[in-house]
């Protein structure tokens, strides 16, 4: 487990976008942390990371936002109305698995068992309105 403070939005922004460029293609990131977290901007630094310039926001309604680079495509999902298998094999969740594709998993303690056993573990500690503790981590490590 690698284990990290940030100071500002731009410090987990820049954070997320070191972590991004060590990336295998098809990675799956999923974050754990509430409200305010600072998920979406790990996010943002992620795209960074994968060479796709785009404006990254929260899928709350869109169930998956997807981000399209020249090399990379990014695939985002907020899973938290997600409320069982039903609901989660029609968010396209699996489908998107199967593919090159990165994605990052907003809420992801609510499908925690649907995720790879390589994925990648974001978890966000707010520690004041503007510092966080990340820590990233297997999801198949024994911590």
């Not at 994968?50 to 399209?68: E, K, Q, R």
Request: charged share 25%.
């Amino acid at each position: 487990m690698n284990t990290y403070t940030t100071n500002s939005y731009e410090e987990t922004v820049e954070l997320a976008n070191e972590f991004a460029k060590t990336l295998p293609k098809g990675s799956v990131i999923a974050y754990l942390g509430g409200l305010g977290m600072g998920k979406t901007a790990f996010t943002t630094g992620v795209a960074r990371g994968l060479g796709i310039d785009c404006d990254v926001s929260s899928p709350t309604f869109a169930i998956c936002n997807t981000y399209i680079g020249d090399e990379n495509t990014l695939y985002h999902f907020d899973m938290y109305r997600v409320d069982g298998w039903d609901d989660l094999y029609s968010t396209g969740f699996f489908d998107f698995l199967e593919t090159d594709g990165y994605m990052a998993v907003e809420w992801s303690e609510n499908i925690y068992g649907a995720l790879p056993e390589d994925c990648y573990i974001v978890e966000i500690e707010r520690l004041s309105e503007t510092q966080r503790i990340i820590k990233i981590y297997r999801k198949n490590e024994d911590i």
